[in-house]
T-cell receptor, first 113, second 114 residues
Framework: AQSVSQHNHHVILSEAASLELGCNYS??????LFWYVQYPGQHLQLLLK??????LVKGIKGFEAEFIKSKFSFNLRKPSVQWSDTAEYFC???????????FGKGNQVVVIP | GAVVSQHPSWVICKSGTSVKIECRSL??????MFWYRQFPKQSLMLMAT?????????EQGVEKDKFLINHASLTLSTLTVTSAHPEDSSFYIC??????????FGPGTRLTVT
């Protein structure tokens, strides 16, 4: 079964700062990788996804993530955050051909205006 | 597109009663639906996977007789928490997938058992 690790559960930063959230997974086979965002009081929304191809994927709202297969990582980045990026961010993984998602514990990100 | 709704958004029930939560895919056919449970400040834990017209597959440790899942159509799945107890109080989230790897999530249902 897949497992997902996210570190630094609480992140506080100022507007315009750069954000990077780490995500590591453990699974030996081919995976699909996702980042979901949950804004306060709202449901989970897909931020970006990686299935195959270019390991650098761009998502909505200026976010991007890079899949590094050798490191089993799929880190999320945004060069300059805004107050509206305050949310919880979840990394998730499923094995290709199996839709069951394994989620990391999430990163609570607070952006101070 | 890819909108999933849940009803109710919150429910309070007495211990020993049963509660049904509905999950609907509004603009796509969800061949597979998933039910998750989210504890405060924690991640989502998959409870079960259901394919339309088939019995649900439950994750290890989830009581299938307590959490009854029905996926009778491509747009509706229901989760019934039977004989609810206070420890069942949680945030229940469903998601749907229309044959693609990504899942689309509902807004969740807050269940409080008194």
């Amino acid at each position: 079964a897949q497992s997902v690790s996210q570190h630094n559960h609480h992140v506080i930063l100022s507007e315009a700062a750069s954000l990077e959230l780490g995500c590591n997974y453990s699974y030996g086979g081919t995976v699909n990788l996702f980042w979901y965002v949950q804004y306060p009081g709202q449901h989970l929304q897909l931020l970006l996804k990686y299935f195959s191809g270019d390991p650098l994927v761009k998502g909505i709202k200026g976010f991007e993530a890079e899949f590094i297969k050798s490191k089993f990582s799929f880190n999320l980045r945004k060069p300059s955050v805004q107050w509206s990026d305050t949310a919880e961010y979840f990394c998730a993984v499923n094995a290709q051909g199996n839709n069951r998602l394994a989620f990391g514990k999430g990163n609570q990100v607070v952006v101070i205006p | 597109g890819a909108v999933v709704s849940q009803h109710p958004s919150w429910v309070i029930c007495k211990s020993g009663t049963s509660v049904k939560i509905e999950c609907r895919s509004l603009d796509f056919q969800a061949t597979t639906m998933f039910w998750y449970r989210q504890f405060p400040k924690q991640s989502l834990m998959l409870m079960a996977t259901s394919n339309e017209g088939s019995k649900a597959t439950y994750e290890q440790g989830v009581e299938k007789d307590k959490f009854l899942i029905n996926h009778a159509s491509l747009t509706l799945s229901t989760l019934t928490v039977t004989s609810a107890h206070p420890e069942d109080s949680s945030f229940y989230i469903c998601s749907g997938s229309g044959g693609v790897p990504e899942q689309y999530f509902g807004p969740g249902t807050r269940l409080t058992v008194t």
